[in-house]
């Protein structure tokens, strides 16, 4: 089966731009998450979709972060503007049910 | 919210030695306590997990013990080969939520 995809996997802004990344998960899995991975630490979640519903995203910082699923399959995360700490590796998951099994690639954002 | 702490952050074994990697978690309603292998630049790869319903599972060289009294839950590599180098991450979820968080990792080093 095809795995999570995630473009771009590569991205350097300067801080205070604008930028997406778009996630496409296993096909029929409802739930879809995003994390953030800074280097030498754990992912950290910042929001969890179930469909199309946010079911946490209470890590998200929501004054520059959002994120949505539209029909319930793909799902893209934006951050406006960037910030220096925010240069991190942003993984998407999904699963079918329960388990936290298949991670996308990754987008490695550099802010600058 | 849940908290889950992981020791040592960094671990030295010679080859062919065993190596235990420890987590706690603070929130007694976790019941799935995943473990993920993440060598440099790749995505995490799901690599053994335990319900709260079992109190060891083991799989070739890898094993999981569970002690809910305790909050704690340890992973045990036996035998261990430079290819087990890597950072290895624990994770706690419920099963109402599925919200998983992760330790802050623990870098492996088989050496030679």
């Known amino acids: 089966e095809a795995g999570v995809a995630q473009s771009p996997r590569y991205k350097i802004i300067e801080k205070r731009q604008s930028v997406a990344f778009w996630c496409n998960p296993i096909?029929?899995?409802?739930?879809l998450y995003w994390y953030q991975q800074i280097l030498g630490q754990g992912p950290k979640l910042l929001i969890q979709f179930q469909n199309n519903g946010v079911v946490d995203d209470s890590q998200l910082p929501k004054d520059r972060f959002s994120a949505e699923r539209l029909k319930g399959v793909d799902s893209t995360l934006k951050i406006q503007p960037a910030k220096l700490e925010d240069s991190a590796v942003y993984l998407c998951a999904s699963s079918l049910v329960s388990d936290l099994k298949y991670f996308g690639p990754g987008t490695r954002l550099l802010v600058l | 919210g849940e908290n889950v702490e992981q020791h040592p952050s960094t671990l030295s074994v010679q080859e062919g030695d065993s190596a235990v990697i420890k987590c706690t978690y603070s929130d007694s309603a976790s019941n799935y306590f995943p473990w993920y292998k993440q060598e440099l630049g790749k995505r995490p790869q799901l690599i053994i997990d335990?319900?709260?319903?079992?109190g060891e599972k083991k799989d070739q060289r890898i094993a999981v013990t569970l002690n809910k009294t305790a909050k704690h839950f340890s992973l045990h590599i036996t035998e261990t080969q430079p290819e087990d180098s890597a950072v290895y991450f624990c994770a706690g979820t419920t099963s109402g939520t599925y919200k998983y968080i992760f330790g802050t990792g623990t870098r492996l080093k088989v050496l030679a």
């Open positions: 096909s029929g899995h409802a739930t």
């Open positions: 335990i319900r709260s319903n079992v």
